[in-house]
């Protein structure tokens, strides 16, 4: 499945743009040893600091800075590597890099340096989107996250369930080599605790990983409740401008509004929707639907209630039944300085969280309700970094889990059960890249930023 050794040398700066103390020149390839010298004057020792200078073309000096030398395999990339460091300066980085592109490297494509490491067994797809991840994340949390994923943790949990799905696969295909004996195999109550073993394993997989894609990508989360509620003015207090039009006249809002916040760089998507109600004209009807159509792909509802409206609590909890039944919902009672009481947060369930979109009051409670939600305060040592990718792959793997348990229960059919749990394994081979197309491996790298 991965390609053979690369030919060529590689070369990118691996620092970010500007002027900084230093600059980092990285080279990969079998032509390090022959470039370094001309370069350099000889080739730096393995793995040791070589203060050198720099030359150009005719041996002009260019810079004078480190020199390191990894010798492949015991390198990133697991081919010859060589780092240079010199001043932090654009134009001096830009002389050092045309030097070695003169010398015989090119120019390295996004995450090539990382896509090579990945072909030479130095690390696993997610291992490597992980690297990416560390560099992107937007908090504390979203690195730690990435640093365990980097580290093995989620390519070792997937590896557990892929080696669970292996055994309970060897179990039937071994059912299915002795056929005058399937019954009693596939009745086999060892076999049934195999798979639900997996199943088991794969929902912790699926709860860890899905907190660490919150973390990077965000939660999505809509704003709903009756018109007037107050809905825009929560947006927009959130938003920290007036980016929702807020009247008194109910059905104000028709169109989706979708802004994207950090909360202490917890990354958070907010849409404002319609109001819901009998609709009283086309637009609005448009705009109701629209409204439905995203709580049903939100990962949390804020579902915001006039407290001068008077409701109960049943009938709170009457208007929340209309809502997706899948997706999490708070109740936001809003306006709470019309009724002159306190905010208030009550991690009940539904959560409640009593506030001022107007005064404000409160609405500190609501940004420490978000973060909760994404486990984004306190302990969450088992979050993973992982990305859409990842889930779909892992429900996947679940869903043909689930199907096998069905088939080996109600059916015993072994071949079906023996197919279900290659899909299983198929779509957990996919996650750490050992079985991964050339087109999406094109896709996972080409994010990545030059140099890395
Ligand atoms: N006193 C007070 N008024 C509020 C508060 N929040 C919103 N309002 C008022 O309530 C009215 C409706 O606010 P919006 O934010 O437009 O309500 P909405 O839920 O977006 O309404 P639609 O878009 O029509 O569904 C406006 O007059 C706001 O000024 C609040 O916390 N306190
Ligand atoms: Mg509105």
Known sequence: MKAPQSSDTIAAVATPPGRGGVSIVRLSGPAVPQIAPQLLGHLPAPRFAALRTFLGEDATPLDSGIALYFPAPASFTGEDVLELHAHGGPIITDLLLARVLGLGARLARPGEFSRRAFLNDKLDLT??????????????????????????????????????????????????????E????????????????????????????????????????VIAGKPNAGKSSLLNRLAGYSAAIVTDIPGTTRDILRERIHIDGMPLHILDTAGLREETDVVEAEGIRRARDEMQKADRILYVVDATAGASVQAIEAEICSLPSRVPV?????????????????????????????????????????????????????????????LDALA??????????????????????????????????????????????GRIFSSFCIGK
């Open 330 to 390: 708070s109740i936001v009672i809003n306006k709470i300085d019309l009724i002159g009481v306190n905010s208030r947060y009550e991690q009940s369930s539904p959560p409640r969280i009593e506030l001022s979109a107007t005064s404000g009051e409160g609405m500190d409670l609501l940004r420490q309700h978000l973060k909760e939600c994404v486990g984004f305060q306190g302990a969450e040592a088992g979050t993973l970094s992982a990305r859409r990718r990842h």
């Open 182 to 221: 399937e019954i009693d195999f596939l009745a086999d109550t060892q076999l049934h605790a195999r798979v639900h073993n997996a199943i088991t394993l794969c929902t912790q997989i699926i709860a860890n990983a899905r907190q660490g894609a919150l973390l990077r990508e965000g939660m999505t989360i």
């Open 396 to 441: 996947q793997a679940d869903r043909h889990l689930s199907e096998a348990a069905h088939q080996l229960k109600e059916r015993r059919a072994g071949e079906l059960v023996a197919e279900e749990l290659r899909q299983a394994q198929r779509a957990l081979n996919e996650i750490t890249g050992e079985f991964t197309s050339d087109d999406l491996l």
């Open 127 to 180: 291992q490597a989107e992980a690297i990416a991840d560390l560099i992107d994340s937007g908090s504390v949390e979203a690195a730690r996250a990435a640093l365990r994923s980097m580290q093995g943790e989620f390519s070792d949990a997937v590896r557990s369930l892929t080696e669970a799905v292996i055994e309970a696969r060897m179990h039937v295909e071994a059912a299915i080599d002795f056929p005058e």
